[in-house]
């Protein structure tokens, strides 16, 4: 379907240590004790808070990618990674250690004063046995993973994207009848249980500007538990330009009671591809940009923040020449940078 996103097992274990590591150290530089200073080039410090109060993590795979290039003498690639690696991005929770995860994302976030940016993506019959298959075995699986996600959040400051596709899927009908009714009631436990920690905040997937009318999703958001949540999420890994983004989801915030909405504008630079087979013009498309960079500073008063919620520089999937779903792709994420203005 329009998108889809990889489990990404074995960066995340790597990732998971850096998140810890960082929960008892400041991530934003001074000395530790013998080691070597890294080069200036390659140290990924904080956004300011005021605009972007959302967490970077510095041992991200565009952060590490910044450091192989300068330590190469590629200086020029570095700085266009470095485009990424400075931003915050989504932390995708895997199936197998939620709690310790979410806390160790969580607690690093905390540690620098900022706000973790958490995807929630473990919903069974996800994606419809496309690129990003998978997902929990079973309801009872999957509310015990969201309760390792909570338990591992707690009262620290969290953003969290829920359930990419699982609305959307059921409006389309890629995901079969039989299995509709469980997954409303899962999204709103999953909403429920996150809204009953002090500082998370919870947007439900909306879909994007291209796929359809808001009059076709907004009954099954309130279905899926909208009136609790936060607010929704648009564009997600998705190309849609945010002023079409706005648009379409300031139609839909009318329809489910003036709810707010971030929109994910992490790849839409240079808006959706025309190109190629329609059926994948989402997947890996080629010619594609950096859109605007995490904010919650935006144009528009129902407009939470424009956020990267897709980790730019990950693949969709096996086309186009595309490593597995959410597996680090350098040449590709150069190519994001070097579209890029910013």
Same mark, same amino acid.
């Given at each position: ?79 266009? *990674? ?78 969290? *994207? ?10 389309? =009908? ?17 909403? =429920? ?32 538990? *909208? ?116």
């Amino acid at each position: 379907m329009y998108d889809s996103r990889g489990a990404r097992s074995a960066a995340r274990a790597g990732a998971l240590g850096a998140a810890l590591l960082l929960a008892g150290c400041s991530s934003g530089g001074g000395s530790g004790g013998d080691k070597p200073a890294a080069s200036p080039q390659a140290v990924i410090t904080q956004q300011p808070k005021e605009a972007d109060p959302f967490w970077v993590n510095p041992d991200s795979n565009a952060a590490r990618q910044v450091k192989a290039y300068a330590k190469a003498g590629k200086d020029g690639d570095a700085e266009q *990674i470095r485009k990424i690696a400075a931003q915050p991005t989504g932390e995708w929770i895997g199936p197998e250690n939620p709690e310790q995860e979410a806390r160790g994302f969580t607690e690093a976030a905390q540690k620098s004063d900022r706000t973790a940016l958490l995807v929630l993506y473990d919903i069974p019959h996800r994606d419809c046995g496309q690129y990003s298959q998978g997902g929990a075995a079973d309801g009872d699986t999957y509310r015990a993973w969201i309760d390792g996600v909570a338990r591992g959040i707690q009262d620290r400051p969290a953003t969290v *994207i829920l359930e990419p596709d699982a609305v959307l899927h059921m409006v389309d =009908g890629c995901t079969p009848s039989q299995f509709q009714e469980e997954r409303y009631s899962l999204l709103n436990y999953a909403v =429920g249980k996150l809204k009953s920690l002090r500082s998370t905040k919870v947007y439900l997937d909306a879909g994007n500007a291209g796929w359809g009318h808001p009059d076709q999703i907004y009954r099954p958001l309130q279905q899926a538990g *909208i009136a609790q949540a936060d607010g929704f999420a648009v564009n997600v890994s998705n190309f849609y330009s945010t002023q079409d983004s706005v648009a379409y989801g300031k139609q839909l915030s009318a329809k489910v009671g003036d709810k707010h909405f971030v929109i994910d504008t992490s790849r839409n630079g240079n808006g959706p591809y025309a190109g190629g087979n329609p059926d994948e013009r989402w997947c890996n498309p080629p010619g594609r940009a950096l859109g605007e960079t995490p904010t919650t500073k935006t144009a528009d008063p129902l407009v939470d923040a424009y956020l990267w919620v897709k980790r730019p520089g990950e693949s969709d999937g096996t086309c186009k020449g595309g490593p597995q779903a959410g597996d680090w792709w350098p040449a590709y994420a150069l190519k994001l940078a070097q579209g890029s203005e910013t």
